[in-house]
């Protein structure tokens, strides 16, 4: 599952406009991350990011603008034929199968892919080798993971398609701090090792600074800020916002 890194963006959204009803979330987003990049998405609740993710991975429709996957446009192409064309999301409350077992659940993560069994079953054995505690617990009911390997079993799941591009919304939600930094070892592993391009949305600032490369600031729909990790971490308007230190006078 390693993927060569090339020059051309992987993800583009220029002027990407999105609503809900009569309401927008979106307003002229822009957006681009490259092959093997891991950015952030930061901003209030209601700032949009969770909204981001779902118009990249099909979930809604943008009412303007246009989203592009490795050089194709991608702005009408459905959902699901998105996860064959080298995305996966691992949504904001995980949404396994709860009376599915483990295996079934990584299973359905590959549905969208027409290839050989003998593929399945590789990238299957992989990520049972990777998280090792979804190996173990194969053949338990999805319902009686803990939070944690719940989590990791949604992330997994989105791995069994092969993705270019992992999409991860507020994964540390509920999740106690030791396992909180376990599931983003194995996410840090799997961009640095495989060169897997990672786009995060996460209520931790701090740690999801130390894992970008770069980030977004989204406010009301709309890009305020952007910057490398280290620019976003030293801007006293992230500071003051999301890292919890005193505004500069």
Known sequence: ????????????????????????????????????????????????????????????????????????????????????????????????????????????????????RERTQRTLAELLELFPVLGERRNQPAGTLSGGEAQMLAVARALMSEPRLLMLDEPSLGLAPIKTAELFGYVQRLHSERGLAVLLVEQEALTALRLADRGYVLERGRVVLAGSAQQLRDDPRVQAAYLGAAPTT
């Open 1 to 116: 599952m390693t993927h060569p890194r090339t020059t051309e963006p992987l993800l583009e959204l220029r002027g990407v406009s999105a609503a809900y009803g009569g309401v927008r979330a979106l307003q002229d987003v822009d957006i681009v991350l490259g092959e093997g990049e891991f950015v952030v998405l930061l901003g209030p609740n209601g700032a949009g990011k969770t909204t981001t993710l779902r118009t990249v991975s099909g979930l809604l429709q943008p009412t303007s603008g246009s989203i592009r996957l490795q050089g194709r446009t991608i702005t009408r192409v459905p959902g699901w034929r998105r996860t064959g064309l080298g995305l996966g999301h691992v949504p904001e409350g995980r949404q396994i199968f709860p009376d599915h077992t483990v295996e079934e659940n990584l299973r359905l993560g590959a549905f969208a892919h027409r290839r050989a």
